[in-house]
């Protein structure tokens, strides 16, 4: 299962407050799968089958199934330029 740092999960509250997003609204951060294989993030409502993660009782992150797999042996995490990063765990 993917391993997300607890600053990512605090930055992603953020981010949702600056999007106007209110604690409680059924939007999040949900990462997509572009045709070419890229991942990125979208404003989205998860989906049934997504797993989720929570900062502070809101879902910020969603993940689905089908990037579940790609992200099992992962660590999403902020590295020391403030850029996000999945790396493979170690």
Do not use: H
């Not at 607890?6 to 949900?30: H, I």
């Not at 993660?53 to 992150?61: A, D, H, I, N, P």
């Not at 199934?65 to 590295?79: M, P, Q, V």
Request: charged share 30%.
């Amino acid at each position: 299962m993917l391993t997300v740092s607890e600053t990512v999960l605090k930055q992603f509250d953020s981010a949702l407050e600056r999007a106007g997003e209110p604690g409680g609204g059924e939007r999040c951060l949900r990462m997509v799968r572009s045709d070419d294989a890229n991942l990125s993030l979208a404003l989205e409502v998860p989906e049934p089958g997504d797993t989720t993660w929570e900062y502070e009782g809101r879902t910020v992150l969603a993940v689905p199934e089908n990037c579940a797999g790609f992200c099992s042996d992962k660590t999403l995490d902020i590295d020391d330029q403030g850029r996000l990063v999945l790396s493979q765990r170690a």
